[in-house]
């Protein structure tokens, strides 16, 4: 049997668009990409420029025994309790991790190190002691299932049927991240490359440090199921860096983000047709992809650069 | 090693004994599975330790991070070229990955302006999305043997064999043997880059040196640990380590000794239960040795430091209420010792109910005594008057002496202006030590007054007031 599938155009490009059926549920697919693309391109580029890349693979990392602690307590795989467990978790690993660094001679590169693999491995020997009544999977929050999403059950909110469960929350998220980066954007941009003016105007610049964490977190805990614990650094990352390649101004970057999202889910998606491998994994390797490119031949890139 | 396994499921399954046995069995070392797994987690403990106090210096804590993650695609291209999980091939296909790894992340830190932060992201994700990618085809694809794969996620100790024992033998050995050999250049260069450059060390080959061995540390405990926690075992027993010692020698062994005990810990612990992971309880083992030291330690300890502070402002609370007494009393000429709280409010600009509690904490120290029933010429509720005890009086006298000592030493000897003195001296009251104030009564040949012309109170003049009129 040959490792590599046949490359074949019909078949990768066509047939899934072929039916009615497959239409719909391969557009929920890409649906969810481009939302999980969108929400964590925008906020990687304030992540990234504050030279916290690896901040958001700390926070999902840290996520873990939040999901399975609100698991034993509240005993359901319910969005509430789950969001809540996860997101605290994911804002006391950011806690634990700003006050070894502040308060201790730890460096912030090793109580980063120190926090997240901690937090991981309680989430992950309490998940081995409960295997009898969890239902978590760990393949899933690994490499995430975003080809499942439209298995998701409905969300039946005050009796109205919204549809799709994960779609749902990856969307309201992806609202609400968008709704506050674009109204609080003089804020985050003064306080991610100037705090020390931010902070002489008056500003909270710590409060909206923990905001910012706050909706990595958010997001972070939305997207983990459509691409795992580990992939979304790859969105939250990849976008910005490779914009950067074209513009040194935020706003541009920050613009330049959507149109990537878009190509990364169709190229992901595709690719996944023809490998059949996992459908994350693949966008990741299509971003990686076209940051290869961008990096080689864009106007501030390596060849050009060279010559 | 099979039959082994069995006779552990049994077991479980028999009684109550079932603890006590289990930590029989692993203390005594009774079967092959577990002196491979406790010598193999020891090891392992130990070279991470080793190599990981270089990590730590040099702030490569995350790009361990990243070389762990970075290995995955290589793990699965090597089980691919050999079509089964056959150790030798895993190798190196990992070690092939994770050099491939270090040499992307050198290429976009010359070539390019993307952040160090950033490109470690870009080389994880990167690496670890191929990885998945093979990894899930692989399953499609249907190997017969493709089960064991899964355990370079989480690690899988009870699997180890004599084969990884050997691999982690022979890094341990290889990681001693290059720290001991360049272990004045490691120095140098980790500390002073441009220096040892200058002197002709071959700082960059070190450098290259030194990843090599961190990933060979890194693929020897992966199938221990398991891909993403590998890096923790580099990085949390040498940062604990960096918290008790300063000198590279004596932190390279503490590192060491601290890696083989969260080892052993992690493999006891998960011995007791059925289904403990092994690699993230020596994670967890490692963790709460750190948290531990960073809490408890004598002198840096941070609840240590904090019970310290707390006590001394305890102290200084006090002295300060005390003094407050004294110049209430010397305000009436050491006539009337009796001082109400609404005198201490003033004199302190303080609320009632501090200066009930301030209050309250002397009399419970024995520095001073409430007066009861007193008759007052001014009715006012809530009036607490006291007096000080004679312990409490010297103790007064002994602190507004401190103070106004310095004040004068200050004016005398160091020439500042008698406006100036009084700031510094509210804070080295409380520090000032016996012989200190010896020394300065000495230089200013006991000195009676202060420079805002207030008597320094000594023993022998103000003692025998103060207790006249208290009996």
Redesign the interface.
Known sequence: MNFFPVFDLNTIFLVPWSTDQLVQWNGQVILMGLLVCWTNGILGSFIVVRRMALMGDAISHGILPGLVISFLIFGSLEIGPMLIGACSAGLACSFCIEWLRSHTPIRQDASMAIVFTSFFAVGVTLINLQTDHLDLDTGCILYGEIGLTPLSPDLLFMGLNCGNRSICLMGTVCVFVLLIVSLSYRQLLLTSFDPTLAHSYGWPVKLIHLGLMFLLALSTVASMEAVGVILVVAMLVFPCVTASFFSERLPIILLITFPLGILYTFGGFHLAHWLDCSIAAAMAIAATIIFIIACALSPRGILLRLK | MATVFLQAEQIVTQDEFDLVDRAQRFLLLKDESVQIVVFGSVLMGMSCGLIGSYV?TR????F??TLS?AVLPGIAVGF?WSGEKNNISLLVGATIAGLLGISCLS?LRK?????D??S???V???F???G???L??IQ??GYSDQSGL?SF??GQASALSSDDLIGIIIVLLLISLFIVINYRELLISGFDPGFSRSIGIPTESLQYGLWALITFCVISSLQMVGV??A??L???PA?TA??LVKRMRSYLILACLLGAVAGLGGAFLSFL?E???T???I??VS?AL?TVI?FLHPQKG?LIKWIISRSENVRIARENSLKAAFQIIEGKSFEDTLISSQEMMRKRGMSSATIEGEIENLCKAGLASKALHQVSEIKLPRQTRFTLTPSGWEYACRIVRNHRLWELYLTNEAQYAPDHVHEDAEKIEHMIGEETVRQIERLLKNPRRDPHGKLIPSITDIQPVAISQET
């Open positions: 730590v702030k490569l804590s995350l361990g991070d993650h691919i290429i070539f390019t302006k993307v952040q932060d950033s470690l992201g870009i994880l994700s990167a670890y999305a191929v998945i990618c093979l899930t085809r499609k694809v899964d996620m989480f993403i926690l890096s923790a580099l990085v949390i940062a960096s918290l239960g289904r403990l992971p690699g993230p309880l994670v967890i963790g750190f960073l941070l």
